[in-house]
């Protein structure tokens, strides 16, 4: 079992930058891919990003595709996200998950992550 907490949200200006990151405890980091969800108010949680339990391959939804990098560091049990150049259509709690698996693709799919943490507000003014 996974415990995932995640942080560096906050209110930011358009154009601005942020780094999420989410800490792991509880089970072997290096066994699960890990993802990047996010949910607006009024919508579904939607995919942000993912990447699997080497690192070594990522993928990045549509929207935020050459803005947002996900990256992880197996020997600090954490994942990160970093985002640039913020949108206010970015603006959502973003949630860290965990996929028990060691593909090659990480998932897309929220149905694939076993463990989720409680969410981090990201909020960016216009």
């Given at each position: 079992q996974v415990r995932l907490v995640e942080s560096g949200g906050g209110l930011v200006q358009a154009g601005d930058s942020l780094r999420l990151s989410c800490a792991a405890s509880g089970d072997t980091f290096e066994?699960?891919?890990m993802g990047w969800?996010?949910?607006a108010p009024g919508k579904e949680r939607e995919f942000v990003a993912s990447i699997n339990w080497t690192?070594?391959?990522?993928?990045?939804a549509a929207s935020v595709k050459g803005r947002f990098t996900i990256s992880r560091d197996n020997a600090r049990n954490a994942v990160y996200l970093q985002m640039n150049r913020l949108k206010p259509e970015d603006?959502?709690?973003?949630?860290?998950?965990?996929d028990f698996v060691r593909g090659f693709y990480p998932a897309r799919a929220e149905?694939?992550?076993?463990?989720?943490?409680q969410g981090t507000q990201v909020t960016v003014s216009s």
């Open positions: 066994a699960y891919a969800f996010r949910q690192g070594g391959t990522t993928e990045y603006t959502a709690v973003y949630f860290c998950a965990a149905v694939e992550y076993d463990y989720w943490g």
